[in-house]
């Protein structure tokens, strides 16, 4: 059926596509439904091939029990009806569909078949409001199913939802706006098998469930969360239906985690943005057997609780806990583990010697540069306690102050003067008192530097 003019089908009538080899309606203006449209198979397997080539506004129902092609390019969808599947149903918006818009503004997107699903390939998917449900009560499955589209999330999506956001190898779809309290947010790996992203734009916040795997219905790919901004999670980051190798899940966007983050046995996370901060407040619950979190090139530090599971702290990583945190805790190949509170077994001492570390402001000796030695191990004056044998001078220098200043702000005038004072007071004391004063010091120094 062809048309020039759009369709309106009324609150009383139904309209059946059904056809042996597929019904197709073209339309150059909108479909707007207030009845029923129909998409049924007349039998078995046929009746596959339903086209729709049309704007669409939906308020009445959309029903699918057969395949069903969206497929005006450009096109806009429109739903605050109620869009239901059978067994066999799905409406499919094809790649070939250019830059297509589904808005979900209200009603609902149900199905209630095992791999019954709207699949949008490319375009922006728009979440306003209204409800898009599981697949069953037994198969938590999106529906909604994003393989190549984008995915919005306005203020308005604060009734339950359930979504699915595959990554790309190829592009990055991506997702904007914060998860809300009622939505599942599910992330999957890219259905050609091969290493595939998704990225969070902005600084989003998570007050519902991100749950990542590895496929939802088909074969996926490793799954890289990225982003350029940060990730708040307040909710649950869910990574506990998938284990295995396979299951690792790499996150490449910042995260702040005031949440639970959970993974699966045999399961990893790897926090890996060059030079990124990760902190935890809330829960890393890794109960689960063989559970691995990985810090790579970017910092972790958490304040509250990581549990079960371990910890490795690769190469350019470094791992800040005054938390609660794991049993085992594996620095390799450079990474370095800073004194905390509780860092578990095995404890700082353990991972570094005790003189590698400076007690004041927790920076380790190795770090001062070519040029540079650590504060007090030359022949000069007196260390001011810990501040100044934890700083770092130069190797030619006396003058210590301005290394101590700018490791320790709040000890500039505490040093300055004590410095002042010992000064005037050299000046009183004879020469023979001075020198032997002088012989003290230097064996007390070094005392103290031993005992680093």
């Known amino acids: 059926m062809n048309l020039t003019q759009g369709i309106m089908v009324g609150a009383n009538a139904v309209l059946d596509l059904r056809n042996f080899t597929g019904a197709t309606i073209t339309s150059q203006g909108t ?14 397997n046929c009746g596959t091939g339903n086209v729709i080539n049309a704007d669409i506004i939906n308020q009445g129902t959309l029903h699918s029990a057969a395949m069903v092609a969206l497929g005006k390019v450009n096109g806009a969808v429109e739903n605050s009806g109620a869009i239901t599947f059978g067994n066999n149903g799905e409406i499919t918006i094809p790649a070939t569909a250019g830059n297509p818009t ?31 449900r599981q697949r069953l009560p037994a198969n938590k499955k999106p529906v909604v199913i994003l393989d190549g589209a984008n995915l919005v999330m306005t203020a308005g999506a604060t009734d339950s939802a359930v979504i699915g956001v595959l990554a790309r190898s190829a592009t990055t779809p991506t997702i904007a706006g914060d998860v809300r309290a009622l939505t599942t947010l599910w992330l999957g790996g890219s259905v050609d ?87 935890n407040t809330g829960t890393i619950d890794m109960t689960a057997s063989v559970a691995v979190l990985t810090i790579l090139g970017s910092t972790l530090t958490s304040t509250g609780i990581i549990t079960g ?40 001492q353990s991972i570094h010697p005790r003189h590698d570390w400076c007690p004041e402001n927790r920076t380790r000796r190795r770090d001062c540069g070519n040029d540079l030695r650590p504060a007090g191990r030359h022949r000069g004056r007196k260390p ?6 934890c700083g770092c001078e130069r190797v030619r220098g006396r003058d210590v102050r301005p290394a101590i200043r700018r490791a320790h702000p709040s000890a500039g005038v505490r040093l300055r003067n004590v410095w002042h004072n010992k000064r005037a007071q050299s000046r009183t004391r004879p020469a023979a008192a001075r020198g032997v004063h ?6 007390e120094r070094h005392r103290q530097a031993d005992w680093l």
């Open 384 to 389: 001011a306690g810990n501040a100044r044998r």
């Open 102 to 132: 589904f808005s979900q503004n209200g009603g609902s997107i149900t199905g209630n078949g095992n791999f019954t699903r709207l699949n949008m390939l490319a375009g922006t998917f728009t979440m306003n409001g209204g409800k898009a």
């Open 438 to 443: 002088q012989r003290n010091r230097h064996h």
């Open 309 to 348: 599971g371990s910890v490795r702290v690769d190469a350019g990583g470094r791992l800040k806990a005054t938390g609660s945190s794991p049993t085992t805790i594996s620095p390799i190949n450079g990474g370095v583990v800073e004194p905390g509170l509780s860092l578990g077994s095995p404890d700082r």
């Open 31 to 44: 479909l707007t439904n207030q009845g029923t449209v129909a998409a049924v198979a007349a039998c078995g």
């Open 193 to 279: 098998g091969q290493p595939g992203s998704v990225a969070f734009t902005g600084n989003p916040t998570n007050l519902g469930t991100i749950t990542t795997v590895r496929q939802i219905d088909t074969f996926g790919g490793q799954l890289t969360i990225a982003g350029s901004g940060r990730l708040t999670n307040a909710g649950m980051i869910d990574q506990s239906l998938n284990s295995g190798a396979q299951a690792v899940f790499t996150f490449t966007i910042e995260v702040t985690n005031s949440g639970t983050h959970k993974l699966a046995t045999s399961s990893g996370a790897t926090f890996s943005k060059v030079g990124g901060s990760y902190v």
